[in-house]
């Protein structure tokens, strides 16, 4: 065990540094005042940040700082899997204690740039401060799309199909089971739902698949929860919104967790969530094209309502037929401490 | 005063981006998952990042909001002018606790924003968290540099000069003020120094000039100091630099301070410092071209050097004649706690 005091700034930020691979597009790397990235003409660039902060967004109980570390990058991911851009690089800000074991340093940072590797993306720059209190780590991800290629929240019109990715509510469902059951969370029957918090995978993949058959029309991760997010996409397209129980992806396994946290369904399917799954606005005509891509994929493409022109009005057709507003609102990180 | 808890998350953001301008190149800006930004053919991207801690890199006894986040935005600024990139779309990543005022939020945001104005860059994205004890506020800024026409650390050559912008140890100086002499520092006499380090100006315009001379080989930045900087200069380029004392700017005021601080003005104007002036290798041949450009920027550009073939050798020629080792090592974050 060595700190980050005993190394020295300098000798962390090359530990760091030397264990990067190759980047494609990087003119100057690490080491320089800034990274020098090329994009190719005609592309356009996608920039987003997402932080992560200690005990809140990774939890290491829970976690290795490997794990946390790829768990930022999913976060930023999902960003750009939501805009149907392609991951190119990143750059890391972290502010750490002079305690902090600096192998568990080069862990998370590893963590970061292993889970960008798979996307011919990787870690070019960053910043490293000493802080006393709680660590946090920032993260900006840059990728590029095809010019005017963009998914965005504004384009669902009404009569599109509204599309659901995975198993939503799953991660928010996890770190639930960690926080209501301590160690009795670690029971094999729950494994499924701590990784879903854990070790997610950002549907970068689905999304590139998706955006070759031109029939998404608008585009949300629902990292705040469906309701939420659903709800600013509604918003940002001037649309309401109708979802059909019926249609919705069965989980038996989050309804025993329901149960067994002793909460309604719907606070955990469509409540305030960490899951980095997309919520999608589709041409009915392209339907086929659409389902076809996302098989090819292998990821679960569920079709649970559609868009309509009464804006503000967002509701769910249950099962018996009835009607009821979308429950759960969206996750505001001050009200709720998050 | 309203606090970020009453606000919530959504219209602290809300009141963020309402009060940002155009940006050029942005063709989808705020409210989406990321950012969708348009680069010309043949150019470059240039990517930076720094953070600020509460207490650390700002001092609220010192600096308003807005000079804080105007400060943070320099010391980006620095980076891109160490590139010879223009500054062109930025992305803050904050940390606040739940009880900030949202009022000093805005104004923060407000600071970061408008200092990038000027060069008709400006804020395109962000990320909002709670954290419990000091605050924090990262940001990633991104430039544009013509194909090969960035500045590195790594070209100098022996035989090239040696230049350095304004006034150096001027910021660090002022911090020491402040924390030496308390109130005590908010003397007329001290006022530029103490401006130095609470409202820097980082040199992209003279950045910019400079670049078209085709004269300067490599740059840095000094906001580590000037020894530890020129230190990272000389390693990456694999020569040596003699600084000539005679020819150093002259600086009575720091040299007043020195004095009153009781340090050796060594320590003050070449060791660690939040300094964001830049050290220059000049090609001999292109120093009139060089000196007339700078004059027109109206920046002091002051030939103190030259590199040599001898690596690793850092030397000051003193006003007797005699040699000394350069004094002053970099500046290490978590051996100082800065």
Not at 37 to 46: I, K, M, S
């Amino acid at each position: 065990m060595t700190t980050l005091r005993e190394l020295g700034e300098f000798e962390v930020i090359r530990r760091l540094t030397a264990a990067r691979g190759e980047v494609a597009g990087v003119v100057v790397g690490a080491g320089d005042d800034a990274a020098v990235l090329r994009l190719a003409p005609g592309v356009e660039l996608v920039a987003t940040t997402d932080a992560f902060v200690e005990g809140r967004h990774f939890l290491p109980a829970w976690c290795t700082p490997r794990a946390a570390g790829a768990r930022l990058a999913e976060a930023n991911l999902s960003d750009l899997a939501a805009m149907a851009a392609t991951p190119c690089w990143a750059l890391l800000s972290l502010g750490a204690r002079a305690e902090h074991e600096a192998e568990a340093l080069v862990e998370f940072h590893g963590g970061v740039d292993g889970a960008l590797r798979p996307y011919g993306a990787g870690l070019v720059g960053g910043n490293l401060t000493s802080v006393e209190g709680a660590e946090w780590f920032s993260l900006t991800l840059l990728g590029a799309v095809a010019h005017g290629r963009a998914w965005t929240r504004s384009g669902a019109r009404p009569g599109d199909l509204v599309a659901v990715s995975g198993w939503p509510g799953r991660a928010g469902c996890g770190l639930r089971l960690m926080q209501a059951l301590g160690d009795g969370a670690r029971a094999g029957e729950w494994a499924a739902l701590l990784e879903a918090w854990c070790a997610p995978v950002a549907r970068v993949a689905l999304a590139r698949t998706l955006a070759e058959t031109g029939g998404v029309m608008a585009a949300v991760d629902i990292s705040d929860g469906i309701a939420g997010d659903l709800g600013h996409l509604c918003a940002a397209s001037g649309v309401g919104v109708k979802l059909d129980e019926a249609a919705w992806p069965g989980d038996p396994l989050l309804e025993r967790a329901a149960t067994r946290l002793d909460l309604p369904l719907d606070t955990l399917r469509f409540g305030p969530s960490d899951d980095y799954e997309l919520v999608l606005a589709i041409d009915p005509a392209r339907r086929p094209a659409i389902e076809q891509a996302a098989r090819a994929t292998g990821v679960p493409l569920s079709f649970v309502g559609r868009f309509h022109d009464a804006p503000g009005v967002l509701a769910v057709r249950r099962g018996d037929g009835s009607e009821t507003p979308l429950p759960g609102a969206g996750f505001d990180h001050f009200a709720t401490g998050g």
